[in-house]
């Protein structure tokens, strides 16, 4: 049974979503202030219902990163991630004049639902800008917090995503891979996680996967419904587990989404919509996605997964 959520909004900085005591979510969609980072909102932090943080923000090796939020690291030209840039054959480079940003512009709704008040949803419009301060995107974006379940240990937040193209030519949505990288086809959800899940084991549908960065490596740039992430914690007796879900009309998108998986030297997941290829959004057309992110405490294995997954529709 869910348990009912609390919600606290700090106008013009963030929304905290809590459990009990626990404060599972924050979303913070007053942007920080390095524009090098691609100034964006982002879920930071996420917790599991016994108050273990399972994001990591502005680590020493990508200050970028922060926790979950949406990305594009190679947009027409552009890098709506943060941080440098790929370029083929000269590397990473520190291209400050090609970092965009995502402008939040309104909350249409800040609801918490159900008659027990378990589910909260957020929606959001943001307008995407390129370095230059051109309008490119408008998106309309979703969050949803629901399934706080103690005796399951898990609660998941639903992410949807509908961005439509407001320039007069194509936008071109790719990622290193795209730029010449092998197998580095991170853009789209980002997830990175706090450094003592370093080395978790990563499960995928039919025993795909395995133990440590050979688990990661087994899945990453595959297609596949779910992709579990699980390791044990730092100074507590315990173990996480984070899963990652498409909806099941992703499945039936123009762009295919491909996972990106790393488990050393750095955890992280990305919902990658253009890992091997790149795509165009012609003016004046949208695309859409939903994702699913369960928060769970101990380790779940694939059975697990399934039963979680099946048990809680979309």
Known sequence: MSAPLNVTHVHGERISVSCGAVELMAYVYRPDPDAFESRKPYAHPLRTLAGRTVTGYRPSDHRWHKGLQMTASHLSGQNFWGGNSYVHGRGYLPLRDRVGWMRHDAFDAVDVLGPDGDRVRMAERLTWIENGGREWARETRTVEVHSAEPEEGAWALDWSIRLTNVRAEPLVFGSPTTAGREMAGYTGLHWRGPRD??????????????????????????????????????????HTTLV???????????????????????????????????????????????????????????????????????
């Open 244 to 314: 990652f879900a498409h909806a099941p009309e992703n499945d039936g998108a123009n762009h295919a989404s491909h996972w990106f998986v790393r488990s050393e030297p750095t955890p992280v997941v990305a919902f990658s919509w253009a890992f091997f290829e790149e795509f165009e959004l012609p003016p004046g057309e949208s695309f859409a996605y939903r994702y699913r992110v369960v928060i769970a405490d101990g380790a779940w294995d694939g059975d697990r997964v399934e039963s979680w997954l099946g048990a809680h529709g979309w």
């Open 197 to 238: 899940l370093t080395g978790g084991d990563v499960l995928g549908p039919g025993g795909r996967g395995g133990k440590g960065e050979a688990g990661a490596a087994a899945m990453m740039g595959t297609r596949a419904p779910w992709l579990a992430f699980t390791a044990e914690r730092d100074a507590v007796d315990a």
